[in-house]
C-alpha cells in the first residue's frame, strides 16, 4: 500500500512537472533536472557528479548542512565542505572547511554544489559558481528564496530543487 501510495506521488509530480515545464513557469535551467528520469529511481538527472561542494552550516551536527555532507559520502561522493559560518578545522575528525568556494584548490574539480544556506547568500555563491564553472545546483528547500533561481537562470546554472535527504541518489 506504501508503495503504491509513492508511486501515485510520483506519478501526480510527473505532471505536475509536465505541465510547469510547456507553460514555461519552469526556468529552462531547471527543465532537466525537474523531470526524474524513472518513476522507480529518480535520481538528480545527471549521471557522475562525484565531487560535490556543500555549503551552509556543514560543521553543525545539529543542521541539515552537516547530514547532507553524510548522505552525499555515503553514495560514494567526495564532498568538499564551503562555511561563511565557521572556517575552522574540526580537530577532532581533521575535516577541513573552505570559507566559500573560491578558496577550493583550482586542481579541484567540483561537479555539483548544494546550497543549505540563507537566500541573501545563495546568490554570491552561485556568481562564485560561474566564475569557477561549475554548472549543476542542488538548492534546499528554504535556500531558493530572495532571487536566487531567477539568478541561476541568468548565469546558466541547471538548477534541480529539494532535499539530498529525501532524494535518491543515483548509482555511480
Known amino acids: 500500500n506504501n508503495q503504491q501510495a ?8 510527473v505532471s505536475v512537472l509536465t505541465y510547469l515545464t510547456s507553460t514555461s513557469i ?6 532537466s533536472l525537474a523531470m526524474p528520469t524513472s518513476m522507480e529511481s529518480p535520481d538528480l538527472g545527471v549521471p557522475n557528479l562525484r565531487n560535490w561542494a556543500v555549503v551552509g552550516d556543514v560543521l553543525n551536527e545539529q ?5 547532507v555532507c553524510q ?19 574540526k580537530k577532532e575528525t581533521n575535516i577541513i572547511v573552505y570559507p566559500s568556494l573560491e578558496e577550493i584548490p583550482d586542481d579541484i574539480t567540483i561537479d555539483a554544489v548544494n546550497l543549505i544556506i540563507s ?9 562564485s559558481m560561474a566564475k569557477k564553472n561549475i554548472q549543476y545546483a542542488f538548492i534546499q ?14 548565469l546558466g546554472i541547471t538548477v534541480q530543487q ?5 532524494t ?3 548509482e555511480l
Open 26 to 31: 519552469i526556468p529552462k535551467s531547471v527543465q
Open 71 to 89: 548522505r552525499l559520502e555515503e553514495y560514494g561522493r567526495t564532498v568538499y565542505r564551503v562555511s561563511p559560518y565557521n572556517t575552522r578545522k
Open 119 to 127: 537566500p541573501r547568500i545563495g546568490t554570491t555563491v552561485l556568481e
Open 6 to 13: 509513492l508511486l501515485t506521488m510520483k506519478k501526480l509530480t
Open 162 to 166: 529539494g532535499c539530498v535527504l529525501v
Open 168 to 170: 535518491p541518489l543515483p
Open 63 to 67: 543542521k541539515p548542512a552537516f547530514r
Open 141 to 154: 528547500p528554504g535556500a531558493d528564496g530572495g532571487g536566487v533561481l531567477s539568478r541561476a537562470d541568468e
